[in-house]
């Protein structure tokens, strides 16, 4: 009988579920906010880079044909 209770339990340890993210909301937060600057960085960056093709682009100088 102590050999089921024991397995019991080792199984009970084994399949336990808990929430890791309702325990450290903390955690969470922080992992949001880099994740908002990190895209904000890069999309800085991004249109940066549009923006100066952009203007490169507009730099060209061209005829007109009659």
């Known amino acids: 009988m102590a050999a089921i209770a024991l397995r019991n339990s080792q199984i ?3 399949a336990k ?3 890791w993210a309702s325990e450290n909301p903390g ?7 880099v994740f908002i ?4 960085v890069i999309a800085l960056f991004a249109y940066r880079k ?4 952009k203007a490169r682009m507009a730099s060209y100088e061209v005829e ?3």
Request: hydrophobic share 50%; aromatic share 8%.
């Open 12 to 14: 009970h340890h084994l």
């Open 37 to 40: 600057v990190g895209v904000g």
């Open 64 to 66: 007109e044909t009659k």
């Open 50 to 53: 549009w923006m100066a093709r």
């Open 27 to 33: 955690v969470i937060l922080v992992f949001c906010i």
């Open 17 to 19: 579920r808990h929430n």
